[in-house]
């Protein structure tokens, strides 16, 4: 495991980001944890975060020309990642973002900041099934960019509709990386060597077996 890794990890503990329990997501399953990048809610919280994903993406070598924050977690994520990419990397890159409904006034439209165009990055919290990730990628499509990748917090490498993950099925179908910062895997290797403190090992194991890749 990497340190921003470890790094990302007790950070999102710090922050009940990440909880253990019971939560039944999108899909309907029902997830022995859950993580809301919504409480990554102070400054402080949000330039370590920005750090994370901003390492991350320079680790890949992913070449991109904009990053894009989907409404609504991503916008903040997105901000922070582009402040870090400056301050920490030296790299000043345009950054944009979407209403959830276009404005009839003023700029009008559904995108905000920076041209969407060339390779676009997007910047997310977490994919699941993919549902929220596909809708991004159409309105690329239509505002006449290519997609270059998808940075998101959490990998929760479950199966989608067949065997692969919705993450595989969505670096096959546009042949792009989703690069994540941490994985499921992450979470479970760091309760180990833990010695389990949420008593949340067993849980995890088994809901991997039942839906992971
Ligand atoms: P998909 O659209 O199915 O990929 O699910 C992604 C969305 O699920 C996220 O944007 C969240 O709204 C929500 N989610 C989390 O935020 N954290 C989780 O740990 C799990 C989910 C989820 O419902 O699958």
């Known amino acids: 495991m990497q340190s921003y890794q470890k790094e990302f990890i007790e950070l999102a503990r710090g922050h009940d980001v990440l909880r253990f329990g019971e939560f039944t997501l999108k899909s309907g399953r029902v997830s022995p944890y859950f993580f809301n990048a919504g409480l990554f809610a102070s400054g402080a919280a949000l330039a370590a975060l920005g750090r994370c994903y901003a390492d991350r993406i320079v680790d890949s070598g992913v070449e991109f020309d904009v990053l894009l924050g989907p409404a609504y977690k991503g916008i903040p994520l997105a901000a922070a990642t582009a402040v870090a990419l400056s301050d920490r990397h030296g790299r000043d890159v345009p950054f944009a973002y979407n209403r959830k409904e276009a404005k009839a006034h003023g700029e009008g439209g559904m995108l905000v900041g920076a041209p969407l165009e ?35 917090g959490l990998n929760r490498q479950e199966r989608g509709a067949g065997e692969l993950s919705a993450i595989q099925e969505i670096e096959q179908a546009h042949g792009i990386p989703v690069l994540s910062i941490i994985d499921m895997a992450h979470i479970i290797d760091y309760l180990e060597s833990q010695g389990d403190p949420d008593g949340a090992l067993q849980g995890m194991q088994e809901y991997r077996g039942k839906y992971g890749v």
């Not at 910047?123 to 997609?147: F, H, K, N, W, Y």
């Open 118 to 152: 060339g390779k676009v990055l997007v910047i997310d919290d977490v994919i699941t099934a993919g549902t929220a990730v596909r809708e991004v990628i159409t309105m690329i499509e239509e505002a006449g960019a290519s997609l270059a990748g998808v940075a998101i």
